[in-house]
């Protein structure tokens, strides 16, 4: 991120725009209502903190949603009435964006609810990455219980992950992300686990957002039979410091009632003896003293004095004293005790007070780039495999199914070693993605239907010495790098498949005996065949001859004839669009299967030859956010595309509200963009080879009955280019607008083209201005916006149709990444893949502070347990003002 930022400081006169967001990024927090019903807004504002939740959809993988028992739900506020449950598979987690290296307020709520009306309190563990990070057990926990603690992330993305241990199903209420302040609570090693955090006061109410700037919540303590409660007259506290305790926590103290004794505070986890503790005091001095009274006091846990010094705090202003390194109470037994020294005249007085235990993340995640690779492998072959969550090798009992890893010591990052995806019912190519598992050593792809190529890096990876490719319909030729030294290759069962450097045809010409041998060999493999041999060492596959170079097995599947797209299309009786290639129709195949036929027009059609070979590319191309090619057509004159219906019309239909399409709301078309961006970076990345849209605009992003985004229109830029009759004219690729300015002189495509396009899509999504508008002085949308933004004001180019209704500083964010899409230079755009990081970052809720309705009511109607008991230890302190 902070590399992003520095692209767009060089940027045309946007720094305005950055401002905003600096000032907002103070309350990067991320507040997630798990298994909010779909129907219901996402974001909404919670009343009490007036804090905006987010359905937590976007983040989860798997989990079903439901709501806890209705005569219970008026005891909870909203974000707690639901749940997302995870029926299915061990482990299930949520991948969430944060900033690395920053410390985390992270905090999970689990509330039951009796949701399944089965009465049975659900038990599970809940892990941080690959490392466990508490047990829930939620028996007899009626209202629910919390985990929270402050922790540094070593990766951008932070994996929380819940584990069913047992017979019952893991549950989860809420997730909370708070970014903290730098350089507080500080260890020596390890995260903090919470423990306790209370102020004291006689009153009930729990404190977080707004009154406390970090949204840590304080709940209400008092001992009311020994402490005796000061109340200032004032509530200006002054609370600034490094922790910034809630005004309102200090506001008041307890000193004991009798006045000689000290201040006592105790807590035990006899359970976890050897648990270390770190311990944050806040102390203000609200009573007026008199001239010649003095408060002061020594921190004594279980007989030990904490400082040198005595605390003496001071008026109407926060000091928190602090461990500064980690403390543990003998047998689990704490006692802490505020006591007065002799020359004190006042008792001790204590305001705030916080608890954790230390808490050991020791097990090193799965080395970075395997785990982009792997994830990227997942996606190209759309595997979905409900175990494929969490890190990818460890703990090792919840290793992703089909790997296996190098796990040497916990504090080593493991590595893949092997990768087995055999009888996955895998299509499209071999992944490019492969190649970077740099310790691979087994590979297993066998008894799929993967097409196209062997790649030639298979047989630059080093520590690979196993691969079986066999029954697929894989083509070509074995490259000469797999041949090497060490390596077993298994590929028996591709019949257009032919070992490396074998030109049967060159062969017979060159000379009569290898010939012979040939002929032997093709007649031996002819005959084992039949019996499907396994040792395919010595016996080869016939070579592909030279005339089935386009059409391969796969694609024969896959076309029809044209009486067939006649019969699917009822004669093409319903047109549903026209564009530049001619009519799209709508149709049934297998008498349900709904399908959109694109009819490329009867005239002269140029690159026909081309078209063959593009369709053979396109039908290899699967993602969930691309329109997929379901066949084609191609008899006489007959062209025909026969792709998948996606039934809500397009991104423009929606923004425009034309057709009788509904006006979508912000999170929406963040939503929609990224699924967009995910499409586009599959071609970018994800395709052998590299594929370039070349014509991204809204009216080819096409929404499901679900809005899920997919991409339409990709790839038949150079092949169909329809002249002559047609009325549209697409005499180059792109649409006017959208096409990459530096098409114009360069006359070249690329991905960076595509990014451009994509950076026009957004500036209308945010913006909802045409992109070309001649009355306007800058036509063209970018300059428009520039222009526009000179002021900083972002309001006034968003699109009125969103009523101000969306999160300003996810609109800067989003408009900061437009406009470096749009970028006129291609290497300043950025690619793809860091658009859909940018734009997952968006999603992320933020709050900007402002507008927020201070809860005065409170969430006191629940008071939630934290799992693990009560208090325990503190060292040396340091007090700081
Ligand atoms: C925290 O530290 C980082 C780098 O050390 C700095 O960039 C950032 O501005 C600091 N944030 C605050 C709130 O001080
Ligand atoms: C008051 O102090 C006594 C002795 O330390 C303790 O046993 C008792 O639990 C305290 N009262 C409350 C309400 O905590
Ligand atoms: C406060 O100090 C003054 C003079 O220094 C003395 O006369 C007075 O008795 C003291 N008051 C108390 C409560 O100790
Ligand atoms: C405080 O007073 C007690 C009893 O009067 C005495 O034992 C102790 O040594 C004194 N402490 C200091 C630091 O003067
Ligand atoms: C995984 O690798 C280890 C050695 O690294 C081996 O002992 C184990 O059998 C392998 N497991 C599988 C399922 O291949
Ligand atoms: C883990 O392995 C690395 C490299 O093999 C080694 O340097 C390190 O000392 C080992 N750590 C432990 C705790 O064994
Ligand atoms: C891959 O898994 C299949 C079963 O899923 C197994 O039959 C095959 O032997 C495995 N391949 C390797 C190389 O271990
Ligand atoms: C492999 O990793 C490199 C560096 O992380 C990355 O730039 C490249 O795109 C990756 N290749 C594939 C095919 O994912
Ligand atoms: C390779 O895969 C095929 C198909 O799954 C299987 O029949 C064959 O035994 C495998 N070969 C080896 C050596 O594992
Ligand atoms: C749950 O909350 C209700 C209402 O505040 C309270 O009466 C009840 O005692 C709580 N239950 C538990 C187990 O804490």
Redesign the pocket.
């Known amino acids: 991120m902070e590399r992003f930022l520095g692209l767009l400081l060089m940027l045309i006169g946007t720094l305005s725009i950055i401002h905003i967001v600096q000032a907002q990024s103070q309350q990067e927090f991320i507040s997630l209502d798990c298994g909010q019903p779909e129907n219901e807004p996402s974001p909404y504002k919670e009343t009490e903190t007036g804090l905006e939740f987010y359905s937590d959809a976007i983040f989860a993988v798997s989990g079903e949603t439901h709501s806890i028992q209705a005569n219970r739900e008026s005891e909870f506020p909203k974000p707690y009435r639901s749940l997302r449950y995870f029926p299915h598979g061990l482990r299930n987690c949520y991948n969430i964006p944060v900033e690395k290296g920053r410390n985390h307020l992270i905090r999970a709520k689990f509330i039951y609810g009796n949701y399944d009306g089965f009465d049975i309190s659900p038990n599970f563990d809940l892990y941080l990455g690959p490392n466990l990070w508490a047990t829930v057990d939620l028996y007899r926990q009626e209202n629910g219980t919390t985990e929270e603690m402050l922790h540094i992330p070593t990766s951008d993305l932070l994996q929380i992950c819940l584990v069913k241990t047992g017979p019952t199903t893991p549950i989860i209420s809420t997730l909370e992300i708070r970014p903290m302040g730098n350089d507080t609570y500080i260890t020596k090693s390890g995260s903090l686990r919470l423990h306790t955090r209370l102020y004291l006061s006689e009153t009930e109410k729990l404190l977080r957002y707004p009154d406390d700037v970090y949204d840590r919540e304080w709940n209400a303590y008092f001992e009311k039979d020994n402490w005796t409660e000061l109340i200032s007259t004032t509530r200006a506290v002054e609370n600034s410091n490094d922790y910034d305790p809630p005004k309102a926590a200090l506001a008041t103290a307890a000193i004991p009632t009798n006045a000689k004794e000290p201040l006592k505070l105790e807590w035990s986890n006899p359970e976890k003896p050897d648990d270390q503790y770190y311990l944050y005091g806040h102390f203000a001095e609200i009573q007026g003293l008199g001239s010649n009274d003095t408060r002061e006091f020594n921190m004594v846990l279980n007989g030990k004095v904490l400082s040198s010094d005595p605390v003496i705090p001071k008026k109407l202003k926060v000091t928190t004293v602090l461990s500064v390194s980690p403390m543990t109470c003998d047998g689990g037994e704490c006692s802490l005790q505020l006591v007065r020294t002799n020359s004190s005249t006042l008792p001790p007085l204590l305001n705030a007070f916080e608890v954790y235990t230390v808490i050991q993340f020791p097990q090193s995640q799965t080395d970075e780039s395997d785990v982009v690779a792997i994830e990227k492998i997942e996606s190209t072959y759309e595997l979905g495999r409900i175990d494929w969550q969490g890190d990818p090798c460890v703990p090792q009992q919840y290793m992703w199914d089909g790997l296996n890893c190098s796990n040497t010591n916990i504090s080593t990052p493991p590595r893949i070693t092997s990768l087995n995806l055999?009888?996955s019912g895998l299509t499209g190519s071999i992944a490019a993605a492969i190649q970077n598992l740099t310790q691979l050593e087994k590979l297993?792809l066998?008894?799929n239907r993967l097409t196209g190529k062997v790649p030639e890096f298979l047989g630059k990876m080093k520590s690979l010495f196993?691969i079986?490719i066999?029954?697929n319909d894989l083509e070509g030729s074995i490259p000469q790098s797999l041949e090497r030294e060490g390596l077993?290759l298994?590929y028996?069962?591709n019949p257009m498949l032919s070992s490396s450097g074998v030109n049967v045809l060159d062969a017979i010409v060159a000379s009569a005996g290898v010939a012979a041998i040939l002929v032997v060999v093709l007649v031996l493999f002819l005959v084992f065949r039949k019996k499907k041999p396994?040792n395919v060492g010595v016996v080869h596959p016939p070579p592909s001859t030279p005339t089935v170079n386009v059409t391969s097995v796969e694609m024969q599947k896959r076309r029809f004839t044209y009486s067939e797209v006649m019969k699917m299309t009822n004669n093409f009786e319903i047109i549903i669009g026209e564009g530049g290639f001619g009519v799209v129709c709508q149709g049934t195949i297998n008498g349900s299967q709904q399908v959109a036929v694109k009819v490329v027009s009867q005239s002269s059609t140029k690159g026909y030859k081309e078209f063959t070979a593009e369709v053979g590319l396109l039908l290899r191309v699967h993602h969930t956010n691309l329109v997929s090619l379901v066949g084609y057509c191609d008899e006489g004159d007959h062209l025909a595309l026969v792709y998948e219906f996606v039934p809500n019309g397009n991104l423009r239909q929606h923004l425009s509200g034309k057709g009788g399409r509904s006006v979508i709301n912000w999170a929406t078309r963040l939503k929609i963009a990224v699924e967009a961006a995910l499409g586009l970076d599959h071609l970018h990345t994800g395709c052998t080879p590299p594929m370039v849209h070349g014509d991204v605009k809204t009216t080819n992003i096409l929404l499901d009955a679900h809005y899920k985004a997919k991409l339409a229109d990709f790839g038949l830029s150079r092949s169909c280019q329809v002249e002559g009759k047609s009325h549209v004219s697409t005499v180059v690729a792109g649409t006017p607008g959208y096409l990459d300015p530096e098409y114009h002189h360069t006359s070249h495509l690329g991905e960076k083209s595509d990014v451009y396009s994509f950076g026009i899509v957004l500036l209308e999504m945010i913006t909802n201005q045409p992109v070309i508008d001649r009355n306007r002085q800058n036509s063209h949308i970018t300059p428009w916006v520039e222009s526009e933004l000179k002021g900083g004001d972002i309001t006034k180019i968003m699109d009125p149709k969103l009523n101000g209704d969306y999160d300003s500083h996810s609109a800067s964010r989003a408009l900061e990444l437009a406009m470096s899409c749009a970028h006129p230079t291609s290497a300043n755009r950025p690619t793809m893949s860091h658009v859909v990081i940018e734009l997952k970052e968006c999603l992320v809720p933020k709050n900007s502070g402002e507008n927020m309705s201070q809860g005065t009511d409170s969430l006191k109607a629940y008071s939630f347990v934290h799992s693990d008991g009560p208090l325990s230890s503190f060292n040396i302190t340091d007090s700081q003002v």
Do not use: M
Request: hydrophobic share 5%; net charge negative; aromatic share 8%.
């Open positions: 055999s009888s297993d066998s008894n196993f079986n066999s029954e077993e298994h028996q069962g396994s």
